[in-house]
């Protein structure tokens, strides 16, 4: 069983940057890990994810060049390098784990096995 912990969030103007971060009890180095953001009312959105098959990152469109994923499996832990953060950033952000590999599946909040408790991120305007 893997736990993930998430650490990073805070409150950020607009146009600032933070990075999240994801540690893992156990070895991910096997795992897709990805991160996603929920807003009150909503699902689980995709933001970005690593797939362990390929090492390819995908992003959602409306964070493409500005956040990024990477990660560290010594240290089993993955980040998420948020950059030029928008108001509609704002969100409890969440990670996520499982051997995931096709653009389908990582996009799908459901098909994420593990997930960390999720860390808040607010925007500023």
């Known amino acids: 069983q893997v736990q993930l912990v998430e650490s990073g969030g805070g409150l950020v103007q607009t146009g600032g940057s933070l990075r999240l971060s994801c540690r893992a009890s156990g070895r991910t180095s096997r795992y897709s890990v990805a991160w996603f953001r929920q807003t009150p009312g909503k699902d689980y959105l995709f933001v970005a994810a690593l797939t362990v098959n390929e090492g390819n990152a995908h992003y959602a469109n409306s964070v493409k060049g500005r956040f990024f994923i990477s990660r560290d499996d010594v240290e089993n832990t993955w980040y998420l390098q948020m950059n030029n953060l928008q108001p509609e950033d704002t969100a409890v952000y969440h990670c996520?784990?499982?051997?995931?590999?096709?653009?389908?599946?990582?996009?799908?909040?459901?098909?994420?096995?593990?997930w960390g408790q999720g860390t808040r991120v607010t925007v500023s305007s």
């Open positions: 996520a784990a499982d051997f995931l590999g096709s653009p389908a599946d990582i996009a799908t909040g459901g098909r994420w096995g593990y």
